[in-house]
């Protein structure tokens, strides 16, 4: 299909939304995908059918690591295909039309969607698309305020793969609860992408006994049990269906070589050559803005972005070196309302370090961080916890909005006039 | 002076929603009163012990809720600890497989433990999820507010033996009718607060570890106290504004 022989109906709205997107940026409002997005359907309700014509589709889902895996996958494949993505984390059903808009090529062979989906949104998506293979990561507790229990997304996956025995799946066989939904499939190629956070995933979503776990895997006594890994990993070379691959990312923590795996997997069920697949995503240095180190005030910070439990486990492995750390959380909706999560994390491994809390909900974080015996300072700005800090090497860790403050904070540079239009267009769309 | 011990119960199964603080926070504030203390974590493999002081246990999955209230009903060592002086926290789902009866996977009904006089069915409503604030029952003596965050689809009814822990002012806790919050029978106290409720309010902490020390020292650390004032006044003046 061309483009011009699309429903001039869906053409408007297409530069409709395109002109909504540029004012969403020019006002830094956002991403520019989501309210785009909604312009798109509200238009044109069938626009993702019709823009997903003839374009075999990955899905990636999952509650921590779906951007960042995105973005390794869209880097893996680039050699062989033409990518329509949304590696801008907008991964509900608007993001992933408004994306389609920049599709460029409508032939068949050598275009590929790539997209990351959030994770009560998959079922939705991946019938409106030509899904052909779904990743599925890992699945924690993570905004409990907004999105339903992680059993309860786990049976409404599987029971998905169950009705569409022609999608492939790419799953981590170490987190039972994805394992569970991914049996739904027939068709399972299965990475053992570990799982260091297993308070979910200690009672079986089978028989709900206890599930013991082993350096070798893990296993319940009513049979439920590993699969046997396709894809393994052994410090920085993923083995591929017997084929080992190097992988020498620039993106910091084994968390990420884990990520390149799954990516790998992706890769290998659509006959793209490994070597260069590994060799295209070393490229990568950063995703929407997290992992780069930036420098504020002679301070070399690196941004990383963490909203839960799971998420904090693989920030510890990234933390490394640096003396000083800045923790920003808000509760806004994006983020959850709730921060009770805090207390699942172990801040107690950030002892001896310079620590500031920041963000709306610093004082929660405080709380917190002296019953973990953790010395810190409140400072909410996070900007100004960054230039407070006494060490030259900083880790910025910070919740969705936060993240994103602290992001337009060091763009800086804004204008009055440009400010007060942008409170103008936050107004409107609020 | 003899070890205190702070039992947190299943944070394998009923750990869901940072519940599993409470704990730490009853320790910590034990021990800055001097008190030696033990915290031991009861797991799915290391079983509940017999000779806790203090019981929390937490909210979660219907699936892990219905394993936690079958595997304590087994051996009843959490009352037999009650009836020995032991006092115990019970927050959401970990409240409801306290009281008389809940409901379990598929919407069936089960006994749950009986520390609470109460039943628990399942609103038809919307599912309650949002901020609480709760105005103390008398029994707890003289306590601010009370808040809280509450996310459930639990309606809990009070039966004779149990007294609410407070009057809620906003949110649902209990149920739509009767705009009540938890439970406080004995030494056992229920609640839809999480938060943790006890970092939410060390008040609330306070009360629970009197119920078995008897009156205590206030506790000396200015920045510790500080960061609790400015929570509490945050989440207090966000849902009263
Ligand atoms: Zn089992």
């Known amino acids: 299909m061309e483009n011009s022989r699309l429903n001039p109906r869906l053409r408007i709205a297409m530069v409709v939304a395109r002109l909504a997107s540029w004012i969403v940026r020019g006002l830094r409002i956002g991403e520019g995908a989501a309210l785009p997005g909604r312009v798109l359907l509200r238009i044109y309700p069938d626009a993702m059918k019709d823009l997903s014509q003839s374009l075999p589709t990955v899905l990636i889902s999952g509650t921590n690591a779906k951007t960042t895996t995105t973005a390794l996958c869209k880097e893996a494949l680039s050699g062989s295909f033409g990518i329509v993505s949304n590696v801008t984390g907008a991964n509900m059903e608007e993001g992933v039309a408004f994306s389609l808009i920049s599709r460029e090529s409508w032939t068949e062979s050598k275009s590929l969607g790539v997209f990351e989906v959030d994770e009560a949104y998959l079922a939705v998506i991946g019938t409106r698309l030509d899904t052909k293979i779904i990743a599925l990561l890992n699945l924690s507790r993570d905004q409990l305020d907004r999105v339903s229990e992680t059993r309860m997304t786990s049976s409404k996956w599987r029971a998905f793969l169950g009705a569409n025995p022609k999608i492939k799946v790419v799953a981590n066989c170490d987190d039972p609860l994805v394992v569970y939904a991914a049996q739904g499939s027939s068709e399972v190629l299965w990475v053992s992408a570990g799982l260091n956070f297993r308070q979910d995933a200690r009672s079986c979503p089978i028989c709900g006994g206890e599930i013991e776990f082993s350096d070798s895997g893990w296993m319940c006594g009513c049979g439920f049990t590993r699969p046997t890994p396709d894809v393994t990993i052994e410090g920085r070379i993923v083995v591929v269906a017997g084929t080992a691959i190097g992988v020498e990312l620039q993106l910091p923590g084994q968390c990420n070589v884990a990520n390149a795996a799954i990516a790998l997997g992706i890769a290998y069920l659509l006959d793209v050559d490994l070597h260069s697949a590994a060799r295209r995503m070393s490229r990568l240095a950063e995703v929407a803005g997290r992992y780069k180190r930036v420098s504020v005030d002679g301070h070399s910070v690196r941004l990383l972005l963490s909203k839960n439990p799971a998420g904090w486990l693989e920030v510890f492995d990234m933390v490394g070196d640096d003396p000083s750390v800045v923790v920003g959380i808000n509760s806004r909706i994006a983020d959850g309302r709730d921060p009770s999560w805090l207390w699942d994390v172990p801040f107690e491994s950030l002892k001896g370090k310079e620590v500031i809390a920041a963000g709306e909900r610093a004082w929660d974080l405080s709380v917190r961080l002296h019953y973990a015996d953790v010395a810190h300072r409140v400072i909410k700005d996070p900007l100004g916890a960054i230039q407070a800090c006494h060490g030259d090497a900083i880790t910025f860790v910070g919740n969705y909005t936060s993240f994103q403050d602290l992001r337009k904070a060091l763009d800086g540079s804004e204008t009055p006039i440009l400010n007060s239009v942008r409170r103008l267009g936050e107004w409107i769309v609020r | ?241």
Not at chain 2, 132 to 145: F, H, N, Q, W
Not at chain 2, 168 to 193: E, F, H, P, S
């Open chain 2, 1 to 241: 002076m003899t070890k205190i011990r702070v039992v947190s119960v299943f944070p394998d199964l009923l750990g869901t929603y940072g519940d599993s603080g409470n704990a730490l926070v009853v320790s910590k504030r034990l021990a800055l009163r001097g008190f030696e203390i033990t915290l031991v974590e009861a797991n799915l493999q290391s079983g509940v012990p017999a000779d806790g002081d203090f019981y929390l246990i937490g909210g979660g999955e219907d699936g892990p809720q219905a394993r936690a209230a079958e595997l304590l009903s087994i051996d009843r060592l959490v009352e037999q600890a009650m009836a020995r002086g032991a006092a115990v926290l019970a927050v959401c789902a970990g409240f409801q497989i306290m009281g008389t009866s809940f409901l379990g996977p598929n919407l069936q009904p089960r006994n749950g433990i009986g520390i609470f006089d109460c039943v628990t069915h399942r609103s038809e409503g919307p599912r309650s999820v949002g901020e609480l604030i709760v105005e103390p029952a008398s029994d707890l003596g003289k306590m601010p507010l009370l808040t809280g965050y509450e996310n459930h689809q639990g309606v809990t009814e009070l039966l004779e033996g149990a007294r609410p822990l407070g009057k809620v002012l906003v949110g649902n806790g209990n149920n739509y009718g009767t705009k009540v919050d938890g439970a406080i029978q004995g030494r056992a106290i229920g609640t839809y607060m999480h938060g943790p409720v006890f970092a939410r309010n060390p008040g609330l902490c306070d009360f629970f570890i009197s119920l078995v020390l008897g009156p205590l020292e206030p506790i000396d650390d200015p920045e510790l106290t500080v960061a609790h004032e400015r929570l509490y006044s945050e989440r207090i003046e966000l849902v009263t504004k």
